[in-house]
């Protein structure tokens, strides 16, 4: 609540059933799109999806069955997708006559350059994930995967930021593997950038993706990555184009993995990429597209 500009007027949802609103936006698939969507009111709707709800389908636990999701997308008058991919798996699994339209998420890259300017240290050859540990987001295949690294005698550390449900079982499972040396659990932080900025290179395992914020992040911070081949992640990076994507499995993540950490050229090819990709989120632009989406 406390990020949120003087200048907005913000109210407690227990108000909003007796609010008149000229627009009713549900900024996440879910609960907030079941809200708004059987809110019954005047207001033009529109709902945001952020995520492949094909191959993640977490919203299932907010709706007696696909129908009534189904049911509840066809009263908004738009949706909006933040990649092409997630509209795509979105028509696979619901039929809605509903316009959509994609737009990307928003991406501040001047304030996250510099809020990672903090100094951070390290010493030695350092990957970093940013993650809420949750089981989708497979951090334990990262884990499993680093341990290769340790087998092969590599010298390397693993910076896992973040919380989550999974924060116990990681634990475990580093210790299982002997990586208590090479694995290091920061925890939650409101600024994660100067722990992305100080490390050779960013990792993503997640089994769905619909456009990865942290990966949108690292892009801008000129940081070699290494994704999971999952749609989303695919489409953000081009295909390989713009970071390494790599099958889910153990091998492939630690094949990746060991490639960057013995071929500097490839890292700094990969760096330049990034900055070049980062581009393509230009705040302004983008911004103009939301006002677009609201223009009824």
């Known amino acids: 609540m406390k990020d949120i500009p003087q200048n907005v007027n913000h109210i407690k949802h227990q108000q909003l059933l ?23 009111t005047t207001a033009k ?16 636990r907010y709706f007696e069955n696909d129908r009534e999701e189904e049911r509840c997308y066809s009263l908004f008058d738009k949706i909006v997708f933040v990649s092409g991919n997630a509209l795509v798996n979105f028509e696979k699994l619901f039929t809605v006559d ?4 994609v737009v990307h998420n928003p991406i501040d890259k001047k304030t996250i350059v510099q809020k990672s300017k903090e100094t951070v240290n390290k010493d030695t050859f350092t990957i970093c994930s940013v993650n809420r540990l949750i089981d989708h987001k497979r951090v334990d295949l990262l884990i499993n995967a680093v341990s290769l690294l340790k087998a092969d005698g590599i010298d390397f550390e693993l910076w896992i930021v973040g919380e989550g449900d999974e924060r116990e079982n990681l634990n475990l499972l580093v210790k299982t593997n002997g990586l208590e040396k090479h694995v290091v659990f920061h925890g939650f932080k409101e600024n994660p950038y100067p722990y992305m900025r100080t490390a050779d290179i960013f990792a993503i395992t997640s089994k769905a993706e619909g456009m990865s914020l942290v990966v949108c992040e690292a892009l801008c911070l000129g940081k070699p990555i290494i994704s999971s081949n999952v749609m989303g992640l695919a489409e953000l990076l ?24 013995s071929d500097k050229a490839l890292c700094a090819d990969y760096e330049q990429r990034a900055l070049e990709r980062a581009e393509m989120f230009n705040k302004e632009k983008i911004m103009n ?8």
């Open 238 to 261: 081009d295909n390989g184009r713009y970071g390494m994507l790599v099958e889910q499995s153990e091998k492939e993540v630690y094949e990746g993995m060991k490639r960057l950490i």
């Open 45 to 60: 709707k529109v709902a945001w999806v952020h995520t492949d709800l094909l191959n993640l389908h977490w919203t299932k």
């Open 18 to 40: 007796a609010s008149d609103y000229d627009i009713e936006v549900a900024f996440l698939e879910g609960m907030a799109t079941r809200f708004i969507g059987f809110h019954k």
């Open 98 to 101: 509903t316009p959509k339209l």
């Open 289 to 296: 597209e939301v006002y677009e989406v609201i223009n009824f």
